[in-house]
């Protein structure tokens, strides 16, 4: 008799595609998709590229890298095949979400490969299709697709198979808008139960944090929670925030809403909007002075820019996307003017502490 994960396995693309539609029906049914905001760009962004994921991007790139790792290592062929499948779904599941994680998280750190991940963060409602949603070059260069390869030209396309489907499990269901943790979160009882699952596997109320369009609520974390699968990288790698509630809006901070088109094949199609991120006429340019600003504050919570980017200084536009910067929270009680920090030198904080008059280069 086979087991679960052999089953599994050998029916994997049937399995996901049983995962899509059940994430897809409990949608309807629960309404999300009359009550959606989403655009006629927003639908094609999502539909083009699962079906360029699915149908082009990850067959061809699982096949060329089990060519590439046959033909360069013909005597390894096959040389983990003994292995039981259970430990090659295990090896194939961690292998997956650590690469994944050190990817994702590349990928708001630095410039050039965020243009790619964009898509994905200017969604403005969360859904089951969101996890699809990048540009086709962000899943031509993902490492943990071409390693699938390799690991199946090793022996373990069983485990890689098994893999594939506990990890579309988990993936859509933190992005869908069926937040099955708020079920946990209403019951204290059951607390200590989500706490267990939530230390080891990523929740919806998790992943959210990470779209949520900014840190200004306390419960958004868009420079963290990178996990895919497991939540145990970000606690392990500091990047971990646990709020058990949902972000009040999701997006960019600033979003032109940019044409399908750009969003999907950038670079080689770009936005005709010159002050779009993936415009050919886009700078990413500091913005900083030596002048500190002074500004009048009423009382409230604000976002301070420390990436120096900003266009709006010295408050936080969202342009620390793609770069190894955060913003910081600060609060004011006292309706005043206030001398907030322009050079990006003050040693703590926002407010102005004189680090400019000490250097004359920014």
């Not at 790698?237 to 032109?256: C, I, M, R, V």
């Not at 001398?339 to 990006?344: D, Q, S, V």
Request: proline share 4%.
């Amino acid at each position: 008799m086979k087991s679960i994960l052999e089953l599994l396995a050998q029916n994997s693309v049937i399995a996901v595609i049983g995962v899509l539609l059940f994430f897809g029906l409990i949608e309807t049914l629960a309404g999300y998709f009359t009550s959606s905001t989403r655009t006629k760009h927003d639908v094609l962004i999502e539909t083009v590229n699962t079906f360029l994921l699915f149908a082009v991007t990850k067959p061809l790139i699982t096949f060329i890298a089990f060519y590439l790792c046959s033909l360069l290592f013909p005597s390894h062929k096959g040389v983990l095949a003994f292995w039981s499948i259970g430990l090659m779904t295990i090896m194939a599941v961690l292998l997956d979400d650590i690469i994944q994680y050190w990817y994702h998280r590349s990928s708001h750190e630095y410039k050039w490969l965020w243009k790619w991940h964009r898509p994905h963060h200017a969604a403005e409602e969360m859904g089951y299709l969101v996890s699809y949603r990048e540009a086709m070059w962000f899943y031509v260069f993902m490492p943990n697709i071409w390693m699938m390869g390799i690991l199946t030209s090793f022996g373990l396309g069983l485990g890689v198979a098994a893999a594939i489907v506990f990890k579309q499990i988990i993936v859509i269901s933190s992005h869908s808008r069926l937040t099955w943790d708020s079920f946990f979160y209403k019951r204290p009882k059951l607390m200590p139960v989500m706490k267990v699952l939530e230390r080891v596997f990523i929740t919806p109320a998790f992943h959210h944090g990470h779209h949520a369009k900014s840190n200004i609520d306390d419960i958004g974390h868009p420079t963290g929670n990178f996990g895919n699968m497991f939540s145990f990288w970000d606690q392990l790698f500091g990047s971990a925030k646990f709020t058990h509630a949902f972000p009040a809006s999701y997006g960019l901070q600033t979003d032109l809403k940019d044409d399908w088109k750009a969003h999907v094949f950038y670079p080689l199609i770009a936005s005709e909007k010159q002050d779009s991120e993936i415009s050919r006429a886009y700078k990413f340019e500091k913005t900083t002075s030596l002048e500190p600003a002074l500004v009048h504050l009423g009382a409230g919570d604000y976002l301070f820019c420390k990436c120096g980017f900003s266009k709006s200084q010295p408050f936080c536009d969202g342009s620390h996307h793609g770069t190894k910067f955060a913003p910081e929270k600060f609060s004011i009680t006292r309706d005043r003017e206030y001398k907030l920090c322009n050079c990006k030198l003050n040693k703590k904080g926002p407010f102005c502490d004189n680090s400019h008059l000490k250097s004359k280069v920014i």
